[in-house]
């Protein structure tokens, strides 16, 4: 059905029915945050909210976009090296995959929440890049749409990410969590379906990975790295840490080397079913993130409290922090009264009303109409 509208929204706009439609997940981290570019492991999954993106080919060199969450329609050369907007991310994909030789005209429906921290821009990257390739006639491997992706947001939109996002945009699979592993560059799913259910919470607060604090971190870790002459933090160990001199780079590191043992206890929990166990690493794994490497922010505090306090097995900020998303392992039965107390605290504390998502493991991205 959202696919048949997807199509019927281009038809209106450009006159001319799409060549290809495909869609990508948001996604959530269910622990393992900021370990990516730290050498360490992270335990995503796919979300059942997707972003759309529909594509026909022109003939001028020209990308003609519009986006049904934006009154704006924009044109720009194929081959643009500025472009601002939700449109660097489509641009700076076309020119990755090496396809800006012709134009497109383009239409995006992103059902993905922005500024959520659920990885709408990964997801908008990752949809374009397969939506665009198979217009073209292009067969990238979903390896090469990863790295398209990375460099997308890297270089033409200047948010220093890793590759965390859009590899679990792109391998996402139904009722799995997918481990994704730097080091070695590998990545492989696991089975993940908890009793209950994953509650996703929106806080409204808005992040940007473009933002300063999150490259201030990634600064303070590679010094940190350089300093203890390990290649991968997330390998340094505890004794390392106590050999830093300054404070809040010992705070940085305790994080980083802390989260991933803690990734390791998590997988143990997954195999042997041990949920409550697998909560009390969620909860630890906030207390972390808020405390040593300081990316929570009230909103997420309040929603992580508010979710343990109605009975949640675990809870944790979401994503790169300083707003965005948290998530809270709830048991069958209560995910009403969850729901009702996260949102009756944000009224207590004088927030904007949150939102509440789905976060049951989902497929990754896909062509959902192609031209075969």
Do not use: K
Not at 277 to 290: I, N, V
Request: with cysteine.
């Amino acid at each position: 059905m959202v696919v048949e509208t997807v199509m019927s929204s281009f038809s209106r706009a450009f006159g001319r029915d799409p060549e290809s439609v495909a869609s990508a997940p948001g996604r959530v981290n269910l622990i393992g945050e900021h370990l990516d570019y730290n050498g360490g492991r992270s335990l995503p999954i796919g979300l059942p909210v997707r972003t759309y993106v529909a594509v026909a080919p022109r003939t001028d060199g020209r990308l003609v976009l519009v986006s049904e969450q934006s009154p704006d329609r924009m044109e720009v050369a194929v081959d643009a090296p500025d472009v601002g907007g939700w449109a660097a991310y489509v641009v700076g994909v076309v020119q990755a995959l090496g396809l800006a030789g012709t134009g497109y005209d383009v239409l995006v429906d992103g059902r993905v929440p922005l500024g959520a921290g659920l990885s709408s821009s990964a997801a908008l990257e990752c949809a374009a890049g397969l939506a665009v390739a198979d217009a073209a006639g292009a067969t990238p491997s979903r390896e090469e749409l990863v790295a398209a992706a990375v460099r997308a947001e890297n270089d033409y939109v200047g948010a220093p990410t890793g590759a965390l996002d859009q590899t679990s945009v792109v391998f996402a699979r139904a009722g799995h969590a997918l481990v994704v592993d730097p080091a070695g560059g590998s990545h492989r799913l696991v089975p993940w379906e908890p009793e209950g259910q994953l509650l996703v919470i929106d806080t409204r607060a808005e992040h940007s990975h473009a933002g300063g604090e999150y490259a201030d971190r990634r600064r303070t870790c590679d010094a940190a790295a350089a300093e203890l002459g390990v290649t991968r933090l997330a390998t340094a160990g505890a004794d390392a840490v106590e050999r830093l001199l300054d404070p809040v780079v010992r705070r940085r590191v305790r994080h980083v080397v802390t989260e991933e043992v803690r990734v390791g206890q998590a997988l143990d929990a997954v195999e042997a079913r041990d949920w409550q166990g697998f909560g009390r690493l969620m909860t630890a794994s906030h207390a972390s993130l808020r405390d040593d490497y300081e990316v929570s922010c009230r909103e997420l505090d309040v929603a992580v409290e508010a979710a343990l306090d109605a009975g949640a097995l675990g809870a944790r900020m979401t994503g790169g922090g300083f707003g965005g998303s948290a998530i809270a392992l709830v048991p069958a039965g209560l995910g009403d009264t969850v729901r009702d107390a996260v949102t009756a605290a944000f009224a207590d504390a004088g927030l904007a009303e949150p939102g509440f998502l789905d976060g049951t493991a989902s497929d990754g991205a896909v062509v959902e109409v192609g031209r075969s």
